[in-house]
T-cell receptor, first 115, second 110 residues
Framework: KAGVTQTPRYLIKTRGQQVTLSCSPI?????VSWYQQTPGQGLQFLFE???????NKGNFPGRFSGRQFSNSRSEMNVSTLELGDSALYLC??????????????FGQGTRLTVV | GQQVMQIPQYQHVQEGEDFTTYCNSS?????IQWYKQRPGGHPVFLIQ?????EVKKQKRLTFQFGEAKKNSSLHITATQTTDVGTYFC??????????FGPGTRLSVLP
């Protein structure tokens, strides 16, 4: 079956703009998590959604937001972009919600560059 | 909040040598997972450990979960060039947040 799909793969934005990234999880997976990956900070947890509800949130400013739709697809939005937001944004889906211990399947990521 | 550390940060080995990376959490983990990310790729799940003291093997890879469920290790026997990449541990704390360690980047010289 198809893996986790993230779009777009690459994006260049200007400071102050906003951006929306999309993630389609593996069919049947209801949990979607987002991570920011930078060389200096590693993989930083942004938020986790399960059945359209945000279950967990990392330590990121309010400029970072997300949502999940009834078909489990998820979007994350970053407003008022800053140079430091340049990173690889990874989405991961898993079969069940955060109370269960299941593996996460990662997408290829969206490489965001803010200039 | 919870912190997950990994050592070493980088490791260069000659092909055929063994490699070990260690993962330590500031809090007790309900489980620990290990992922591998090849250069330019995305993290790929390797294994999950749940029980205290658990040991699991996958061919040349051996994974251990500490008795106190606060540390873990990944050992690779007789490394190959295909083992190159960054190995991350990740754990879920009592608050259900999933935290990744900073990773250990492995280079294997042929």
């Amino acid at each position: 079956k198809a893996g986790v799909t993230q779009t777009p793969r690459y994006l260049i934005k200007t400071r102050g703009q906003q951006v929306t990234l999309s993630c389609s999880p593996i069919s049947g997976h209801r949990s979607v998590s987002w991570y920011q990956q930078t060389p200096g900070q590693g993989l930083q947890f942004l938020f986790e959604y399960f059945s359209e509800t945000q279950r967990n949130k990392g330590n990121f400013p309010g400029r970072f937001s997300g949502r999940q739709f009834s078909n489990s697809r998820s979007e994350m939005n970053v407003s008022t972009l800053e140079l430091g937001d340049s990173a690889l944004y990874l989405c991961a889906s898993s079969l069940v919600g955060p109370q269960m211990n299941t593996e996460a399947f990662f997408g290829q990521g969206t490489r965001l560059t803010v200039v | 909040g919870q912190q997950v550390m990994q050592i070493p940060q980088y490791q260069h080995v000659q092909e055929g040598e063994d490699f070990t990376t260690y993962c330590n959490s500031s809090t007790t983990l309900s489980n620990i997972q290990w992922y591998k990310q090849r250069p330019g790729g995305h993290p790929v799940f390797l294994i999950q450990l749940v029980k205290s003291g658990e040991v699991k093997k996958q061919k040349r890879l051996t994974f251990q979960f500490g008795e106190a469920k606060k540390n873990s290790s990944l050992h690779i026997t007789a490394t190959q060039t295909t083992d190159v990449g960054t190995y991350f541990c990740a754990g879920r704390d009592g608050g259900q947040n999933f935290v990744f360690g900073p990773g250990t980047r492995l280079s294997v010289l042929p």
